[in-house]
């Protein structure tokens, strides 16, 4: 879904014109930005398998701090926040915030069911139950 979360990021300059295009991409892609640095601190867990899908050989062990659905909210909430301390723009941080989140609900949509509800919780979500 990698492209899809920068259709989301360009959309975005459509509603509110006064992020800059950098911030909105930024903010669209920013938990898989995140996502590296989990991998490199060890917090989160990929492994490369040549041929475990079709668009990526990437099989994502664990990533309950960027890729829950409580850590996307708490991310997208401490986006907004930053945003709102730095700017003083409320609609435009509200905005950034739901730019993070969306990237949790197209990767939900995308993914294969690998999305935790909260961290460490062993539930998965799946669009249309939930996996324990
Ligand atoms: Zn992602």
Same mark, same amino acid.
């Given at each position: 879904m990698f492209i899809g979360h920068f259709g989301v990021g360009l959309g975005a300059k459509k509603i509110d014109k006064k992020p800059s295009l950098g911030t909105m991409l930024f903010a669209a892609q920013f938990l898989d930005l995140l996502w590296p640095i989990m991998i490199l601190l060890g917090i989160e867990t990929v492994k490369i398998e040549p041929g475990n899908t079709a668009m990526t050989p =990437?099989?994502? %062990?664990?990533y309950p701090i960027t890729h829950s659905l409580l850590g996307a909210f708490v991310w997208s909430m401490l986006f907004g926040l930053v945003y709102f301390l730095i700017k003083k723009n409320y609609e435009s941080s509200i905005l950034l915030a739901s730019l993070v989140m969306s990237h949790w609900i197209l990767d939900l949509i995308t993914?294969? /069911?690998? =999305?935790? =509800? %909260? /961290?460490?919780?062993?539930c998965l979500i799946i669009l249309s139950e939930m996996e324990c």
């Open positions: =990437l099989n994502f %062990i664990s993914h294969r /069911p690998d =999305l935790q =509800l %909260i /961290p460490w919780s062993g």
